[in-house]
Each structure stands twice: as C-alpha cells, then as structure tokens.
C-alpha cells in the first residue's frame, strides 16, 4: 500500500513569510496529490490537487510542485496570514485505484503575528 | 445545495454501549466514505460504500465496527460495546461518482467513551 510522510511535522513562520511542507509517497502508480487544510475543531477541505501532466499549479497564494521521479510534491503557501494556521495533510493516490484516500500525518503549521 | 451532514456532532458513550453514527452525503453523491482521526493524528481511511454496498472496508477493524449505506436513507457507521480507544472524531466524505472526483467531507461526529 501507499506509505506516505510529510516534512516537517510542525512549522511555525513570521505572517508574511512563506512556509513549504513536502510529501513523499512510495507507490510509482500514484498520478493525483492533493493538499488538504484542517483548522482546529473543523472538517478537513481541499485546497489545491495537481495531476501528473503538470509539474506546478498555483492559485492566488498557494502551489504546489511535483517531482514525480523522486516521488514528492510540496505545498507553497506565501505572503502567509493568521487565517493560513492550520494543520495540512496530503493525500497523494492512483486515480484509477482504490478510492480511499491515505493521509500523511499532517504539518502543523503555526503563523506567529 | 446543502454540503455533507454528520449527526450528531457529539456523541457520549460510557465503555459498552453502541454508538451509532449518520452521515448524509451531498446530493446527487452517491459514494460515501468513513475516515477515523485519533487525537493529534491524521485521518485513517476505514470503508468506502455505494448505495447498499461496501465497495472497499480494508481500513475496519474486524470486530465491533459495521458500516451501511442503505437504498434510502443515511450510510450509519455503527461501534458495538465502545471501548476507551474508540474515543476520536469520524469523518464522514461523499463524492458523485467513481475516479476522480473529489471526496467532500462532513463536519465530523465527535464521540468521547468514558
């Protein structure tokens, strides 16, 4: 099955820093990566997916990059706000697989004022 | 158009007793998805069902937890005589259809067992 690990487990940034969280998968068959926000007490959402034909895909203040050869892709978040503090998840899979989605373990992410 | 509903929100249980669990997925979405999260940890995948089936239950523990998602009706996760480490919140995530589509997920049930 798919092991999946986020770097780092915790972070915390200046408001107006950028901040970068990776994730690295080990299945080769995986072609879909998405990036999930959790604030505390709340349902996760999806904030950006990107598909294996495209290295990158930005939206406003976020994007995320792909490195399929070496099996990772990492979230972009910049100019960061207080509403950005949150914990992240990826969930990289097969689109054609199995439909359950395999969490990493998610990067508290922590913007100081 | 109303976004997926879990009910209730929170749930008590004392060790022993059954918790029952809904989840009403968006409409038009006839895929459900049930996903546990521990206290500081990331959400674990339990079974994924269609309309009267269980499609994938790879992530159920084999004794106490069932799962159903009945032709009318809400999909209820069910936990038979909870124990103290059932204590966490459950996630319920619709989606349309079959790949790719985006799972959509509930507000979560809260369950504490004392």
């Known amino acids: 099955g798919e092991n999946v690990e986020q770097h780092p487990s915790t972070l915390s940034v200046q408001e107006g820093d950028s901040a970068v969280i990776k994730c690295t998968y080990s299945?080769?068959?995986?072609?879909?990566f998405p990036w999930y926000k959790q604030e505390l007490g709340k349902r996760p959402q999806l904030i950006i997916d990107?598909?294996?034909?495209?290295g990158e895909k930005k939206d406003q203040r976020i994007a995320v990059t792909l490195n399929k050869t070496a099996k990772h892709f990492s979230l972009h978040i910049t100019e960061t706000q207080p509403e950005d503090s949150a914990v992240y998840f990826c969930?990289?899979?097969?689109?054609?697989?199995?439909?359950?989605?395999?969490f990493g373990q998610g990067t508290r992410l922590t913007i100081n004022p | 158009n109303a976004g997926v509903m879990q009910n209730p929100r929170h749930l008590v249980r004392r060790r022993g007793q059954e918790a029952r669990l809904r989840c009403s997925p968006m409409k038009g979405h006839s895929h459900v998805y049930w996903y546990r999260q521990l206290p500081e940890e990331g959400l674990k995948f339990m079974v994924y069902?269609?309309?009267?089936?269980?499609?994938?239950e790879s992530g159920m523990p084999k004794e106490r937890f069932s799962a159903e998602f009945p032709k009318e009706g809400p999909s209820i996760l069910r936990i038979q005589q909870v124990v103290r480490g059932d204590s966490a919140a459950y996630f319920c995530?619709?989606?349309?259809?079959?790949?790719?589509?985006?799972?959509?997920f509930g507000p979560g049930t809260r369950l504490t067992v004392t």
């Open positions: 995530a619709s989606s349309p259809q079959g790949p790719p589509d985006e799972q959509y």
């Open positions: 969930a990289p899979k097969e689109i054609q697989g199995a439909q359950k989605l395999v």
């Open positions: 990107i598909r294996s034909n495209v």
């Open positions: 069902l269609q309309k009267e089936n269980i499609i994938d």
């Open positions: 299945d080769s068959a995986s072609n879909y």
